[in-house]
């Protein structure tokens, strides 16, 4: 009954189908779900007006398509094994029944705490099953969850607390990742205190170490979930009902807080995680991802469980206690599919193959990239030792906006090539975009990346600004979505995704905006101005560059880059920490008062030699001083 493509000649038929009659396509997509109510119509509104809805009318809970519905089949089935940070920690599997239950006693506490339908419940957990449990218990009482990365610190999670009106918290006593300990409790702690909507604190024990309570405020999660029915009725939402929020980096401001709803969502993660991975009953899928970012919500919480996969939570990181680490846990439990992001796999390549070589990877079929352009070295590594040179790679072209996979190979299906995204999915239309805002047609060609036509994923709004949302990606071209992303198709028509030409660096996978560094650096009291850009980095594929205007010579160069990155890590996080620093006197700008990152870019690069037209600088000159200059 459920679309699941099985050659290429039917993608390209589906495809063709998708594209002749788009409504029809989710149509049939959506009728595989369990509704309450059938939506009244299956779609309206588009990019033109930022009004975009799917499957209107329809009442559905999105956790009765994850967890309910499969009782009576897979009850007995594993839907999570968790994976500790320490290879030698307590590691546990979790049933599709546990995990119903467990959802169902946390939905009860919720709900006993006071949270109600369309409420906000900040998240900011280790990656345990707690976590997940905590995203499902909120989706079932029509709760908006928003779960920030637990790598962001106190400030950047006041921010987002704030920007919501987030009620209640749910955090751990502190985590571990690798050999380093995160007192989340405490960042927790110095972050609530800017922010009065949360009355409610859950905590989650998981390090056992001394914490600050909050009489009235924090309550254990243990304590909580002791006397709470392992039943719940789960509330009806509408299918345009938010689902959740997830805060991302753009090339202004602060980070914008992506909203997507639950029909759409529901719709589009499923049949992406079915037709691009392949997996069926028996196998075992890991993503190494944390749920955090928007490919742990879409790849290791939604898609997979509305398809009764059996997925791993991994705590921890490719590196601890080894460079073995991933291959350990792949041979341990007879991983199938392994998706990661290229970073992860540049930076095990820069070990010893015996890493690999020491264990037995024969159970692996499917390989799966994500998160930034996979170069070609790193993509014949994972290929050739990896998946010992029998596993297709999907490279899977996405966005937090975009909700779900949008190009990418369909594994075992879609014939690859190093480095290209491949072929879209069927009832997505990406098309190519010309400096003029023109449709470039016929192959062998590069634009700038545009979705033509409204999909159910997509993101519908930015919470609490819309403004911003129609800004940001339907305003560059009328009447589509803008990716942010340049773009190549080569002559067979496959998608090569060249990376972000807006102001939004990738380092080592993880999105971040230009301004945001630059507001963070420019409150330190001996800076007058900053500015962020990318340069290329062998492990990382973009490191950060910050060129600085300082109000006084710092005396120590050393001291005073420390200095910066506390100050980063504090009002960000440590992966916005800038690996390069140069002083400078001036900035290149432009009349109108812009700085030409462009020109920047190829100095951070050391890329001197062709700057390009630089005359319409107020000053070139600066160009020339900033070239002399010494970076640390
Ligand atoms: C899933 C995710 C989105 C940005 C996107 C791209 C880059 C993601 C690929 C990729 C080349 C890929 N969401 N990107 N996947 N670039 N090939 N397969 O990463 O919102 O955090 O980032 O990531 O630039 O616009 S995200």
Request: charged share 25%; net charge negative.
């Amino acid at each position: 009954m459920w679309l699941n493509i099985k050659s290429f000649e039917e993608y390209k038929d589906v495809y063709r189908q998708s594209e002749e009659d788009r409504k029809k396509f989710w149509e049939h997509e959506a009728g595989t779900f369990y509704w309450r109510e059938s939506w009244d119509k299956v779609h309206s509104g588009g990019f033109e007006n930022g009004d975009i809805k799917w499957f209107e009318g329809g009442k559905l809970n999105i956790t009765e398509n994850a967890l309910d519905r499969h009782l009576n089949t897979i009850g007995h089935k594993t839907a999570f094994i968790f994976e500790p940070n320490h290879p030698d920690s307590f590691r546990r599997t979790i049933t599709y029944r546990q995990l119903y239950e467990d959802v169902c006693r946390f939905a009860n506490v919720l709900e006993s705490k006071g949270v109600e339908k369309g409420d906000r419940v900040c998240i900011y957990m280790a990656m345990t099953p707690e976590l997940i449990i905590s995203a499902l218990a909120c989706a079932r009482i029509g709760a908006v969850h928003s779960i920030v990365f637990a790598g962001f610190s106190a400030q950047s999670l006041a921010e987002r607390i704030q920007d919501c009106d987030a009620k209640m918290l749910i955090t751990n006593d502190g985590l571990r990742r690798g050999d380093k300990h995160v007192p989340l409790k405490d960042i927790s702690d110095e972050a609530l205190e800017e922010c009065p909507t949360v009355k409610n604190v859950i905590v989650c024990q998981r390090t056992n170490r001394d914490i600050d309570w909050v009489e009235g405020r924090d309550e254990w999660w243990h304590m909580l979930i002791r006397n709470a029915s392992k039943k719940h009725t789960a509330v009806e939402m509408d299918a345009e009902d938010p689902l959740f929020i997830l805060y991302t980096s753009g090339s202004t401001g602060k980070p914008k807080g992506v909203l997507h709803t639950c029909g759409g969502y529901m719709v589009y993660t499923s049949y992406t995680f079915r037709n691009v991975f392949q997996v069926s009953e028996e196998d075992i899928y890991w993503c190494t991802a944390d749920a955090g970012w928007i490919t742990g919500h879409s790849y290791i919480i939604y898609g997979p469980l509305f398809n009764g996969a059996t997925g791993i939570i991994f705590e921890g990181v490719p590196t601890y206690p080894d460079a073995g680490r991933f291959w350990e846990v792949v041979e341990k439990y007879e991983v199938t599919h392994f998706y990661t992001a290229p970073t992860a796999i540049r930076a095990l390549m820069s070990y010893d193959l015996d890493f690999v070589k020491k264990y037995d990877l024969s159970s692996l079929k499917v390989l799966g990239s994500v998160g930034e352009p996979i170069n070609e070295e790193a993509w014949h590594w994972y290929h050739d030792h990896v998946g010992g040179g029998k596993c297709p790679i999907v490279d899977t072209w996405w966005q937090t906006e975009t909700g779900g996979i949008m190009i990418s190979p369909l594994a075992g299906i879609t014939p690859t090539k190093p480095g290209f995204a491949t072929l879209p999915l069927p009832g997505i239309t990406p098309v190519l975009m010309d400096e003029n805002g023109k449709e470039i047609g016929g192959n062998g060609v590069s634009g700038n990346l545009c979705i033509k036509h409204p999909w159910p994923g997509i993101a519908r709004t930015v919470w609490g600004d819309h403004e911003r949302y129609l800004q940001t990606y339907m305003s560059s071209y009328k009447g589509y979505y803008f990716t942010g992303d340049g773009c190549r198709r080569d002559e067979e028509g496959y998608y090569r995704i060249t990376g972000r030409v807006d102001d939004v660096l990738n380092v080592s996978g993880h999105r971040l905006g230009t301004a945001e560094i630059e507001n963070a650096i420019d409150e330190h009291p001996n800076v007058v101005e900053t500015a962020i850009v990318g340069y290329p980095h062998d492990i990382k594929g973009e490191s950060i560059f910050a060129f600085i205007i300082c109000e006084d010579q710092p005396k120590n160069k050393e001291d005073f880059k420390k200095e910066i990155h506390k100050l980063v890590t504090k009002i960000i996080g440590p992966i916005a920490k800038p690996e390069k620093i140069q002083i400078v006197a001036g900035l290149p700008k432009t009349r109108s008062g812009k700085i030409m990152r462009r020109v920047l870019r190829k100095i951070a690069a050391n890329d001197l030699e062709n700057l390009g037209d630089t005359s319409t600088l107020l000053d070139p000159s600066v160009v020339d001083e900033i070239k002399e200059g010494e970076a640390f």
